[in-house]
């Protein structure tokens, strides 16, 4: 629908803006209200020509399966059944094996792009995993990709992915020296931060990201990585900037949590202290 005048087509971009709608995922709306009735009419009419009995639709044995763990069947000709969403914890365990089952850094992607356990996925335009170079020593790890980040498809490319590549080139890395990804690999809408269901549900496949890749040092960007990576609770102020143990299951690597970028823009005063922690990760890649 049209806006009637200039005027309303400004508080319509007000209103969106107010909600935290700050990029266009398409050129055009799509009714997702409209698309569902005529889906499940769609299925209506498949099961009436299929069964011209109706009758209660019952597990079918794969299917089922596929809707509890939340990982999407990858048949082209898949039936749509309009499931429940899937608890949190049940999210949770789906990840933890389809993580573990992947054996490579691309099997890992692939069973992200699978997994359907996370809200987040619905309302991201791209999946972003990683970007660098997986065999570097050094692994960057954030919070979640921003607007820039879910439209290429990669991390920190937007104004804070420039500051990192600055805070990096200072000790003389760059993205084929060091390897980078965030906790989750969805965009929150309006670039909040992402829930701690949000952060648990996505945990196991960062866990096995960094398993995999096996760098020997990694570095946590910001307070939410720091927390759910080093399960420290206190702030990033007290606590960033020491050397400590991180368990990638495969060994013990030192860990280190510094500030985040994006807090660095808005306070450019406490760069001193991030170029004091990019001095100690120059020091520990020397050892
Ligand atoms: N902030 C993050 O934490 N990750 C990105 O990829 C971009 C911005």
Same mark, same amino acid.
């Given at each position: 629908?049209?806006?009637?005048?200039?005027?309303s087509a400004l508080?319509?971009?007000? !209103?969106? *803006?107010?909600a935290g709608v700050d990029i266009a995922l398409e050129d055009a709306p799509i009714d997702r209200f409209a698309e569902s009735v005529s889906e499940s009419q769609q299925s209506r009419r498949e099961t009436a020509a299929r069964d011209p009995e109706p009758r209660v639709l019952q597990n079918r044995s794969s299917d089922a399966g596929a809707h509890v763990t939340g990982l999407t069947p990858d048949r082209d000709n898949e039936q749509k059944i309009s499931a429940a969403p899937v608890s949190p914890d049940t999210a949770t365990l789906a990840a933890r094996e389809a993580a573990k089952s992947a054996k490579t850094l691309d099997e890992l992607r692939e069973a992200l792009s699978r997994f359907d356990g996370c809200a987040l996925k619905n309302t991201a335009k791209n999946l972003v995993f990683a970007d660098g170079n997986p065999k570097a020593r050094v692994m960057f790890v954030g919070e979640?990709? $921003?607007?820039?980040?879910?439209?290429? $498809?990669?991390? !920190?490319? $937007? *104004?804070? &992915? #420039?500051?990192?590549? *600055?805070?990096?080139?200072?000790? &003389?890395?760059d993205r084929t020296s060091a390897y980078i990804a965030n906790i989750v690999p969805w965009r929150p809408p309006g670039n909040r931060t992402p829930t701690p269901q949000e952060s648990a549900i996505c945990l196991p496949f960062i866990q096995r990201q960094i398993e995999l890749a096996d760098p020997?040092?990694?570095?946590?960007?910001? #307070?939410?990585?720091m927390q759910t990576l080093l399960g420290i609770n206190e702030g990033i102020k007290a606590s960033r900037g020491r050397w400590r143990e991180f368990d990638t299951g495969k060994r013990i690597i030192k860990a280190m949590a510094t500030f985040h970028p994006a807090y660095l823009l808005r306070t450019p005063a406490e760069k001193k202290f991030v170029w004091r922690d990019m001095l100690a990760l120059k020091k520990a890649l020397k050892g």
């Amino acid at each position: 629908m049209l806006p009637s005048s200039p005027q309303s087509a400004l508080d319509i971009l007000a !209103f969106h *803006r107010d909600a935290g709608v700050d990029i266009a995922l398409e050129d055009a709306p799509i009714d997702r209200f409209a698309e569902s009735v005529s889906e499940s009419q769609q299925s209506r009419r498949e099961t009436a020509a299929r069964d011209p009995e109706p009758r209660v639709l019952q597990n079918r044995s794969s299917d089922a399966g596929a809707h509890v763990t939340g990982l999407t069947p990858d048949r082209d000709n898949e039936q749509k059944i309009s499931a429940a969403p899937v608890s949190p914890d049940t999210a949770t365990l789906a990840a933890r094996e389809a993580a573990k089952s992947a054996k490579t850094l691309d099997e890992l992607r692939e069973a992200l792009s699978r997994f359907d356990g996370c809200a987040l996925k619905n309302t991201a335009k791209n999946l972003v995993f990683a970007d660098g170079n997986p065999k570097a020593r050094v692994m960057f790890v954030g919070e979640a990709p $921003g607007a820039d980040e879910d439209r290429e $498809g990669l991390p !920190f490319v $937007g *104004r804070s &992915g #420039k500051l990192l590549d *600055r805070m990096m080139a200072a000790i &003389g890395l760059d993205r084929t020296s060091a390897y980078i990804a965030n906790i989750v690999p969805w965009r929150p809408p309006g670039n909040r931060t992402p829930t701690p269901q949000e952060s648990a549900i996505c945990l196991p496949f960062i866990q096995r990201q960094i398993e995999l890749a096996d760098p020997d040092i990694l570095i946590c960007l910001g #307070k939410p990585s720091m927390q759910t990576l080093l399960g420290i609770n206190e702030g990033i102020k007290a606590s960033r900037g020491r050397w400590r143990e991180f368990d990638t299951g495969k060994r013990i690597i030192k860990a280190m949590a510094t500030f985040h970028p994006a807090y660095l823009l808005r306070t450019p005063a406490e760069k001193k202290f991030v170029w004091r922690d990019m001095l100690a990760l120059k020091k520990a890649l020397k050892g």
